[in-house]
T-cell receptor, first 116, second 110 residues
Framework: GAVVSQHPSWVICKSGTSVKIECRSLDFQATTMFWYRQFPKQSLMLMATSNEGSKATYEQGVEKDKFLINHASLTLSTLTVTSAHPEDSSFYIC????????????FGPGTRLLVL | KQEVTQIPAALSVPEGENLVLNCSFTDSAIYNLQWFRQDPGKGLTSLLLIQSSQREQTSGRLNASLDKSSGRSTLYIAASQPGDSATYLCAVTGNEKLTFGTGTRLTIIP
């Protein structure tokens, strides 16, 4: 149980285009979903926290107009990278949580984005 | 602001040896601490979770300890195998979010 999927697993796009990444909790309802970014040989950095039906909370330094997050249901959150540029190339990982902050987060397999 | 550090950044050991990975954190007000494994280009696999009230957790050849007052955790791997080669991340759950450490890249030499 507690499986989280991400789609696509990898994407290559041209600079200036927008890319949408989906995160789904397959067998549980996620009240909260998190989006992380990981640059090569670095650790995961939290980008934003989203609760179903409300606006996402972004970490300092993350542009909310560039990284659009929608958490429309208890099993789906999407991250849209708008007007992507090469510096946005990274590994994006989502996680889902069923309840309080001390509960376990279940991580997706990640999406590798390459912007040319 | 919570900061999580892992030492060493990289470690190579011969197969069969026991080893210890270290994790330290600056703010002891945590709910729990987790150890994850990440294979190259892949997502995270949760290995062990220690609640703040616990001192250690064991799973197979893995044993994780937590000393919240000193802000330290260790991951002990017994009888290492080539399949253990990966990056190991520790992460602490604090006020509203999970903060990851810098990771230790482990290579087990056959």
């Amino acid at each position: 149980g507690a499986v989280v999927s991400q789609h696509p697993s990898w994407v290559i796009c041209k600079s200036g285009t927008s890319v949408k990444i989906e995160c789904r909790s397959l067998d549980f309802q996620a009240t909260t979903m998190f989006w992380y970014r990981q640059f090569p040989k670095q650790s995961l950095m939290l980008m934003a926290t989203s609760n179903e039906g409300s606006k996402a909370t972004y970490e300092q330094g993350v542009e909310k107009d560039k990284f659009l997050i929608n958490h429309a249901s208890l099993t789906l959150s999407t991250l849209t990278v708008t007007s992507a540029h090469p510096e946005d190339s990274s590994f994006y990982i989502c996680s889902a949580q069923t309840g309080a902050i001390q509960e376990t987060q279940y991580f997706g397999p990640g999406t590798r984005l390459l912007v040319l | 602001k919570q900061e999580v550090t892992q030492i060493p950044a990289a470690l190579s050991v011969p197969e069969g040896e026991n080893l210890v990975l270290n994790c330290s954190f600056t703010d002891s007000a945590i709910y729990n601490l987790q150890w994850f494994r990440q294979d190259p280009g892949k997502g995270l696999t949760s290995l062990l979770l220690i609640q703040s009230s616990q001192r250690e957790q064991t799973s197979g050849r893995l044993n994780a300890s937590l000393d919240k007052s000193s802000g330290r955790s260790t991951l002990y791997i017994a009888a290492s195998q080539p399949g253990d080669s990966a990056t190991y991340l520790c992460a602490v759950t604090g006020n509203e979010k999970l903060t990851f450490g810098t990771g230790t890249r482990l290579t087990i030499i056959p």
